[in-house]
């Protein structure tokens, strides 16, 4: 292993590495406006798009490649949560910290990819990218739009680096069926058998989980019915308290009804301060308070403005069933997505095993710097007195009252002409 190897591997753990969120170079490559005005805490982000910050077997990876990547996922993380450009919860930044912590990894493997699909002579017929065009938009909630929307959702460059994305992804696979020794097509009935029923016994489990969190999630009501402050109690009781109970989001009834149905319905007759029964959501079992409700707004010609409710909520952490497990069609692209995990895994280490990885710049440039340490002032050495000066100065003080006369001698003299 080459001492460049030895460098990535102490400065990221490699991931699991999926096969979507991931990015590429564009245009304009370099930091948003915005951390372009103001000078970020990572080194790399601070540096021009040309700037290479990797070399991998002699190719140049840039500045411009890192941020385009960066962005895109961030971008998709949001879109597939249908989360504002502004939104920042705890769990919002802690993707993007992660985010920055798998960029170099990521960046090592989809190059190195690259070079096994060259030797390899891969080609991706059209069919391969439009089946996860349509997956990607399934991925974000969007199945029956068509995929020409990212350009609208991700603007025109980011757009560019999602469709090379998932053509990198469909190479990807075509890769690993001739660089592996695995089944990636198919899957016996014997393996689909022994699935289902590990899956039968899951469901049972998580069954038994969720009615824990539920009576958890009703306590954490009943006290906040009886009186208690929301953001307290969510804070002690919960296992995400959005913001300690402040405001969760504003929503209309059209976009209550695609995060939940439960949601929406319950919304048609809540009042301000009412409290929720438990919830199923995407991220857990939560409860949900309303704040307020705004009825103000253009409505179309004929119709009532629609409400918007302002919400709070704090969520129990899910335990999901296993759904369909007898559509054994279904199950069986389930099991080789998962194989063709593990054997893109294992290809990625055998390649990076024998890579040359370089860092022109150094890898410090993608560490946050620490912060300036400010110098402490010495302590200022006193010298000791002079018992001959303290006598003086003593003598030389005044009384309080001949203090006093000598002030009132020089409000009462007339002002000096300096003229004479």
Same mark, same amino acid.
């Given at each position: 292993?080459?001492?460049?190897?030895?460098?990535?591997?102490?400065?990221?753990?490699?991931?699991?590495?999926?096969?979507?969120?991931?990015?590429?170079?564009?245009?304009?490559? #370099?930091?948003?406006?915005?951390?372009?005005?103001?000078?970020?805490?990572?080194?790399?982000?601070?540096?021009?798009?040309?700037?290479?910050?990797?070399?991998?077997? #002699?190719?140049?990876?840039?500045?411009?490649?890192?941020?385009?990547?960066?962005?895109?996922?961030?971008?998709?993380?949001?879109?597939?949560?249908?989360?504002?450009?502004?939104?920042?919860?705890?769990?919002?930044?802690?993707?993007?910290?992660?985010?920055?912590?798998?960029?170099?990894?990521?960046?090592?493997?989809?190059?190195?990819?690259?070079?096994?699909?060259?030797?390899?002579?891969?080609?991706?017929?059209?069919?391969?990218?439009?089946?996860?065009?349509?997956?990607?938009?399934?991925?974000?909630?969007?199945?029956?739009?068509?995929?020409?929307?990212?350009?609208?959702?991700?603007?025109?460059?980011?757009?560019?680096?999602?469709?090379?994305?998932?053509?990198?992804?469909?190479?990807?696979?075509?890769?690993?069926?001739?660089?592996?020794?695995?089944?990636?097509?198919?899957?016996?009935?014997?393996?689909?058998?022994?699935?289902?029923?590990?899956?039968?016994?899951?469901?049972?489990?998580?069954?038994?989980?969720?009615?824990?969190?539920?009576?958890? *999630?009703?306590?954490?009501?009943?006290?906040?019915?009886?009186? #208690?402050?929301? *953001?307290?109690?969510?804070?002690?009781?919960?296992?995400?308290?959005?913001?300690?109970?402040?405001?969760?989001?504003?929503?209309?009834?059209?976009?209550?009804?695609?995060?939940? +149905?439960?949601?929406?319905?319950?919304?048609?007759?809540?009042?301000?301060?009412?409290?929720?029964?438990?919830?199923?959501?995407?991220?857990?079992?939560?409860?949900?308070?309303?704040?307020?409700?705004?009825?103000?707004?253009?409505?179309?010609?004929?119709?009532?403005?629609?409400?918007?409710?302002?919400?709070?909520?704090?969520?129990?952490?899910?335990?999901?069933?296993? +759904?369909?497990?007898?559509?054994?069609?279904?199950?069986?692209?389930?099991?080789?997505?998962?194989?063709?995990?593990?054997?893109?895994? +294992?290809?990625?280490?055998?390649?990076?095993?024998?890579?040359?990885?370089?860092?022109?710049?150094?890898?410090?440039?993608?560490?946050?710097?620490?912060?300036?340490?400010?110098?402490?002032?010495?302590?200022?050495?006193?010298?000791?007195?002079?018992?001959?000066?303290?006598?003086?100065?003593?003598?030389?003080?005044?009384?309080?009252? *001949?203090?006093? *006369?000598?002030?009132?001698?020089?409000?009462?003299?007339?002002?000096?002409?300096?003229?004479?």
């Amino acid at each position: 292993m080459s001492i460049g190897m030895k460098k990535i591997l102490s400065i990221v753990p490699l991931c699991a590495l999926a096969l979507i969120l991931a990015g590429c170079s564009d245009k304009d490559g #370099g930091a948003s406006s915005a951390a372009k005005a103001k000078k970020s805490e990572y080194p790399i982000d601070n540096l021009p798009a040309t700037s290479v910050v990797m070399r991998v077997n #002699g190719q140049d990876i840039t500045q411009a490649d890192y941020a385009s990547w960066y962005r895109l996922r961030e971008k998709i993380y949001r879109a597939t949560y249908r989360l504002s450009p502004t939104e920042t919860s705890d769990q919002t930044r802690n993707f993007i910290r992660d985010n920055r912590a798998r960029m170099i990894g990521e960046l090592l493997r989809r190059e190195l990819m690259r070079q096994e699909a060259d030797r390899l002579g891969v080609t991706v017929p059209e069919e391969n990218i439009r089946r996860l065009e349509k997956r990607f938009m399934a991925t974000i909630r969007r199945k029956d739009e068509p995929f020409d929307k990212v350009d609208k959702l991700f603007g025109t460059e980011d757009a560019k680096a999602l469709r090379k994305t998932l053509y990198m992804d469909a190479r990807d696979v075509l890769c690993l069926e001739k660089a592996t020794t695995n089944d990636l097509k198919n899957v016996s009935d014997q393996e689909l058998d022994g699935y289902i029923e590990r899956a039968r016994k899951w469901n049972e489990e998580a069954e038994k989980k969720m009615a824990v969190q539920r009576e958890r *999630a009703m306590k954490a009501r009943e006290e906040i019915l009886n009186g #208690g402050i929301f *953001a307290t109690v969510t804070s002690n009781r919960a296992d995400l308290a959005k913001d300690d109970g402040g405001v969760w989001q504003s929503w209309t009834i059209a976009e209550a009804m695609e995060e939940s +149905e439960a949601l929406a319905k319950w919304l048609l007759t809540a009042k301000i301060g009412d409290i929720s029964e438990p919830i199923d959501f995407e991220d857990g079992l939560a409860i949900v308070g309303l704040k307020y409700i705004d009825e103000e707004g253009l409505a179309e010609e004929g119709k009532e403005p629609e409400k918007e409710y302002e919400l709070v909520r704090c969520t129990f952490f899910a335990y999901d069933k296993l +759904e369909d497990f007898e559509d054994r069609k279904e199950l069986a692209e389930d099991i080789l997505k998962e194989r063709r995990k593990d054997a893109l895994r +294992e290809l990625g280490m055998r390649l990076m095993t024998a890579a040359k990885v370089e860092f022109p710049l150094g890898d410090g440039i993608f560490r946050k710097r620490p912060p300036k340490k400010k110098a402490k002032k010495s302590p200022a050495v006193k010298k000791p007195k002079d018992p001959s000066r303290v006598k003086k100065a003593s003598a030389a003080k005044q009384s309080p009252s *001949a203090t006093n *006369a000598a002030l009132q001698v020089q409000r009462a003299a007339p002002p000096v002409d300096l003229k004479k």
